[in-house]
């Protein structure tokens, strides 16, 4: 079980350090974070040495830069600049395997390094905007068998495949689920899972525990309200938050901290303060947002337009998650995927490029049918899960040809692996170079056309 490190914030450490070192363990010092603190030249460096050790970062180098005497606030503001600086510089493997396509270095890889495989669509929830659109428990109509999987899996790792997502439906639901697992991990395969965590009792969280590696396995867990009242609302069964609440416990437990996922909407949108502060009690790993998509349940009708928040309430949304997110800075993580709004829309990410109209992006490519597939649970192919709506998008089946066979075929992939024809206002954009027209499904699922503007974006070039 991993051993976990004492939750503090960066200025909780910072007084817990001080109090210490000068002998005063009993109480907190000082009462304010900008008054001047009463250290001795020698404290200094060893105060340095501890808030180093604990957040990865070098401070020594600084000191000679900060003002004499010092305050908390700008400990803080320092530690908080220098972690920043430091994440954004790193790159995961994931990354680096993307870059070589979105660099136009190759239209793809020689085989996926991601594989996004969902082993059932069933779900013991009716959540009002599933993407995947769901069934009941009992609908288990051609998914793949437990050998099948298998097949798929090893597959996969034969042709050096690393990272392996698991989704759904809801993947607890198969009893066979964990044998996925322990099979990935098996191979030496990375795992994702996204679950509702209603399914996950102490047995089951016990049993995970066995297969899971804090450096290479997450786990996400949805939750979308702060309270039965809101999350129930939006999972369409009553007693949901509950089994959720009880499930991520069960994973805490056993010393795994799961990913807590909020689908925003205008449902839960007021409630995201009360969620963070309710994945800091649960003692949650990461607390990301989703912007509401056009998927599945949520192309029905008008939902999407009904439940969608507005760009005001997006931007709204932006920055208070990235106030929170340096407050929480060694207590939680808050995502930085910017997922909750749609990026070039949002002005304080729009003002981060400089604006080059007529600048193309070296590729058009985005990861899916280049570094990454997809696999339904009846084995069809499709390049992203966010395309199971469309048959006329699936590239083939697994009950059929191999996944490498598959892959190999380039006549199956050129939607995704040639340029796009950009159309509409994305032609006229100052930062199509780092939008790159956003995601493709959702201009197809407005448009019908891949090289259209995406359905989430409201910037336009022709009124800035």
């Known amino acids: 079980m991993e051993q976990q490190q004492e939750k503090l914030t960066v200025t909780d450490f910072i007084l817990r350090q001080i109090a210490e070192l000068s002998g005063k363990s009993g109480r907190m010092l000082p009462p304010a ?23 990865g970062v ?4 600084a000191a000679e830069n900060l003002s004499c005497p010092l305050t908390v606030l700008e400990l803080k503001n320092l530690i908080t600049s220098r972690v920043k600086n430091r994440m954004s510089g790193q790159v995961d493997a994931k990354t680096v395997f993307e870059n070589f396509v979105f660099n136009d270095r190759c239209t793809h890889l020689t085989s996926p390094y991601e594989l996004n495989i969902d082993t059932t669509f069933r779900c013991n929830l009716r959540c009002i905007f599933c993407y995947a659109d769901s ?17 798929v899996l090893e597959s996969f790792a034969a042709n050096n495949g690393a990272f392996v997502l698991f989704g759904g439906g809801e993947p607890f639901i198969r009893e066979d689920f964990l044998e996925f697992v322990r099979f990935a991990k098996s191979k030496g395969l990375w795992t994702y899972i996204i679950s509702n965590g209603s399914l996950i009792t102490p047995e089951i969280a016990r049993e995970y525990a066995k297969y899971y590696d804090p450096a290479h396995d997450k786990i996400q867990i949805s939750l979308d309200g702060s309270c039965p009242r809101v999350h129930d609302k939006q999972r369409g069964v009553v007693g ?7 499930g991520i416990k069960n994973l805490v437990a056993q010393g795994i901290r799961p990913i807590l996922n909020t689908v925003v909407t205008r449902v839960n949108v007021d409630d995201i303060p009360n969620l963070i502060d309710l994945a800091v009690s649960l003692n949650a790993f990461t607390y990301r947002c989703l912007k509401l998509h056009k998927l599945g349940r949520g192309r029905k009708g008008l939902l999407h337009e009904k439940l969608s928040i507005s760009q005001e309430q997006g931007e709204n949304l932006f920055a208070y998650l ?41 590729s058009y490519a985005c ?37 490498q066979e598959i892959w190999e075929d380039s006549s199956l992939w050129d939607l995704y692996r040639k340029p796009l024809q950009v159309k509409g206002k994305c032609k006229q954009c100052g930062y199509l170079y780092a939008c790159k027209t956003g995601c493709r499904i ?20 022709n009124n800035d």
Do not use: H
């Not at 974070?33 to 957040?55: F, H, I, M």
């Not at 995927?337 to 992006?361: H, W, Y």
């Open 33 to 55: 974070a900008d008054e001047p603190l009463d250290l001795d030249g020698q404290t200094v460096p060893s105060l340095l040495k501890r808030l180093e050790s604990r957040y």
């Open 58 to 61: 070098e401070l020594a180098d």
């Open 135 to 151: 069934e009941k428990p009992d609908c288990a109509a051609d998914e793949m068998t437990t050998e099948q999987v298998f097949d």
């Open 240 to 246: 949901a938050f509950e089994m959720t609440i009880s």
């Open 322 to 362: 990235n106030k929170r997110r340096d407050e929480l800075l060694g207590v939680m993580g808050i995502a930085s995927d910017n997922a909750c709004v749609f990026p070039m829309s949002t002005k304080a990410i729009r003002d981060q490029f400089e604006k080059r109209p007529g600048l193309e992006p070296k």
């Open 367 to 403: 990861a899916a049918g280049t570094t990454k597939v997809a696999v339904a649970p009846n084995g069809g192919v499709v390049p992203c899960s966010y395309f199971y709506d469309f048959p006329e998008l699936y590239v083939g089946s697994l009950k059929e040809r191999s996944l």
């Open 442 to 461: 959702m201009a197809y699922v407005a448009t019908g056309d891949m090289g259209a503007p995406d359905s989430g974006c409201t910037y336009d070039p």
